[in-house]
C-alpha cells in the first residue's frame, strides 16, 4: 500500500486543513493519504498534440 502520513503537533495553536479532490477538511490533527487503483484515469500525454490542444479535445470530445 502506498501512503503517506502527517500528523500535526500543536493543533490548537497552528489550525490546519486538508484538501483532496476539491473536498476539504478543516482543523485536522492527523492526515493519511493513499492512492485508489481502482478508479480509471486518463492521463493526457500525447506528444503529436500540444497541451491546449489535448485539453480542449478532453473537454469537449473534439
Known sequence: ???ISFRVLDAI?????AVAD????????E?????DRTSPLTL?????HALD???TMEQFAV
Open 1 to 3: 500500500k502506498n501512503g
Open 13 to 17: 495553536k497552528r489550525p490546519v486543513s
Open 22 to 29: 476539491q473536498r476539504e477538511v478543516r482543523d485536522v490533527a
Open 31 to 35: 492526515v493519511s493519504i493513499g492512492i
Open 44 to 48: 493526457l500525454f500525447d506528444p503529436e
Open 53 to 55: 490542444d489535448r485539453i
